[in-house]
């Protein structure tokens, strides 16, 4: 039942990622990430690591694409912008695609199907809450500090980029004395 579930799992994660590179409504690729980061959380709980998966939810589904959703419907991308940027991205993504077949058909046909587990996972090192506490707070609190003034900077970045379009394409207010 249990490999069951991860193939279900892991079948709709992989549809939900190809979706959100594949959809042309930036909103409706962000809902698909969501779907994938769920997907993922769910795959957590399988490998009994409910406390990843509660910080996959709580973070990135929460936190990280809310921010997303908001820095989107903000930017509010024209579809003449969008195609424009996108066209020119075809002649590498055909063979990158080619390419990420191949090496999965590779991997399935010639590789191993299943991974063997441990028959404790809270056994392995960095499962117990305090340990990823420290390593997070100790070892690693610079990386994780740059990451969240990137997001901010992002955020600003994409407020100030929409603020700055609005402004050049208000339009002009008229009186009732002046022609339109």
């Not at 590498?92 to 191949?102: D, G, R, S």
């Not at 740059?146 to 402004?167: F, R």
């Amino acid at each position: 039942m249990e490999q069951l579930l991860f193939y279900i799992f892991a079948v709709i994660a992989v549809a939900a990622a190809l979706a959100v590179i594949t959809v042309k409504n930036p909103v409706h690729s962000a809902v698909s990430l969501i779907v994938c980061l769920i997907q993922v959380a769910a795959l957590y709980v399988l490998l009994k690591i409910p406390f990843l998966a509660a910080v996959q939810v709580f973070i990135y589904v929460g936190a990280v694409m809310v921010l997303f959703l908001f820095a989107v419907m903000i930017i509010d991308i024209g579809k003449e912008r969008l195609k424009e940027q996108i066209h020119g991205q075809k002649k590498y993504a055909i063979p990158a695609v080619i390419l990420f077949f191949m090496a999965t058909g590779y991997m399935v046909l010639w590789g191993k199907l299943t991974v063997p587990t441990p028959n404790d996972p809270a056994s392995l090192p960095g499962f117990h809450i305090e340990e990823i506490g420290k390593f997070l707070y100790t070892k690693y609190i610079f990386p994780f500090e740059i990451v969240s003034v990137l997001l901010l900077v992002a955020l600003v970045g994409a407020i100030v980029l929409v603020m700055k379009d609005k402004k050049g394409k208000r339009p002009k207010d008229h009186t009732i004395d002046e022609k339109p």
